[in-house]
């Protein structure tokens, strides 16, 4: 039995965090769900921004949409949304048998939008109508003005990913929208039955301190942080409050581990798929961490890391978890921008390129 199957029966779901229309017409992602126990997807900006370089498999799609009038944002949204609806429904046999807890797909909104509150909400509306497809997530950044989005768009059915979480603050933070969202669907006598999941970036950690703490600590501060968070996870769910959404009908919140491909060329390849092994959460992981994992992972134990003891070194060899934190969240929603304008210019670039040819 390959590791990966191994710890999708631990109970621990597995996504890619990767799509290319190649890996849909190839059958390769059709593979992964059969062989590794792949059970769901995640996207982003720079996988697009990737696969439409790197590949003529886009070059058709764009040729047509440019004489239908498509540019820049919409063609590649319209790009995007034809991805993921041949994804959604790949995974959909797996979405209606656990009756939607697993078998999602997901999908970001503009990262120009990650601190636009009411730009975002509409975004996040119209992407969902447009994909047409009840197990496609939308991603939307845990920035202060994405938390009160996530709500309304909890509130208005939309299902959610949660991305850009850094901290236990700021999962507890996107934790509590998602809430907050379910109970106004309850008041409101509305099903509370809407997906979601919060995820939480791991190996930007280690690579924020790599060079500012003692061998002794070289990528420990991510599962730290993990751990950290999973405790709050977990008395999360056991707390009162949520018990009486689940209850009423509510679903869980999963607890998604993302940026879990190793960034150490000196640490193992399957650090953070070993080191996170948890039941009812999801890890999201790049291609090569999914094969590694497949070809020589182990399943020992669950999550156990003594975080706090852990977090104690760091902050004894000056690591200010908060502050950092911050700076984290800062950082990724403008390396999120970055990677959209690189999407945005390779885009314009491949539709002169197709034009003239």
Same mark, same amino acid.
């Given at each position: ?213 003692? +061998? %002794? =600590?070289?990528? @420990? *501060?991510?599962?730290?942080? #993990?751990?950290?968070?999973?405790? !709050?996870?977990?008395? /999360? ?84 978890? +908060? %502050? =950092?934190?911050? @700076? *984290?969240?800062?950082?990724? #929603?403008?390396?999120?921008?970055? !990677?959209?304008?690189? /999407? ?14």
């Amino acid at each position: 039995m390959k590791a990966t199957q191994k710890l999708h029966e631990m109970g621990q779901s597995l996504w890619l965090d990767n799509i290319t229309r190649g890996l849909l017409t190839s059958g390769t992602l059709h593979q992964y769900i059969q062989e590794f126990s792949v059970t769901g997807l995640t996207s982003n900006p720079t996988i697009f921004d990737h696969a439409i370089k790197n590949s003529h498999d886009y070059d058709d799609a764009i040729r047509q949409k440019l004489k239908e009038g498509r540019s820049g944002e919409a063609l590649f949204f319209e790009l995007a949304i034809e991805d993921l609806r041949q994804a959604a429904d790949l995974f959909r046999p797996i979405h209606d048998l656990t009756n939607g807890v697993d078998g999602w797909v997901s999908l970001e909104v503009s990262p120009l939008l990650a601190h636009d509150t009411s730009g975002t909400l509409a975004a996040a509306k119209a992407l969902h109508a447009r994909a047409g497809r009840p197990n496609l997530l939308i991603k939307i950044p845990g920035t202060q003005e994405g938390l009160p989005a996530i709500e309304e768009a909890i509130l208005a059915g939309v299902p959610v990913n949660v991305t850009l979480l850094f901290s236990r603050a700021h999962y507890v933070a996107a934790a509590e929208a998602y809430l907050r969202g379910i109970e106004r669907r309850i008041a409101a006598g509305l099903n509370p039955d809407v997906g979601s999941v919060a995820s939480l970036f791991v190996s930007r950690w280690d690579v924020a301190v790599e060079n500012k703490v003692p +061998d %002794a =600590l070289r990528d @420990q *501060l991510g599962i730290a942080i #993990a751990g950290q968070a999973h405790e !709050s996870y977990c008395r /999360l769910l056991d707390s009162p409050r949520w018990k009486r959404t689940f209850n009423a009908g509510a679903r869980v919140q999963r607890l998604l581990w993302a940026s879990t491909g190793t960034k150490n060329p000196k640490a193992s390849d399957i650090l953070y798929v070993r080191g996170l092994a948890a039941p009812f959460t999801v890890n999201t992981m790049p291609e090569a961490t999914l094969k590694a994992f497949a070809n020589h992972g182990e399943v020992v134990e669950t999550l156990s890391v003594h975080a706090e003891e852990v977090l104690a070194k760091f902050a004894k060899a000056g690591i200010d978890t +908060d %502050a =950092l934190a911050a @700076q *984290l969240l800062d950082e990724g #929603a403008a390396s999120f921008v970055k !990677s959209w304008k690189d /999407l945005m210019e390779c885009i314009a670039s491949k539709s002169v390129t197709l034009k003239a040819a």
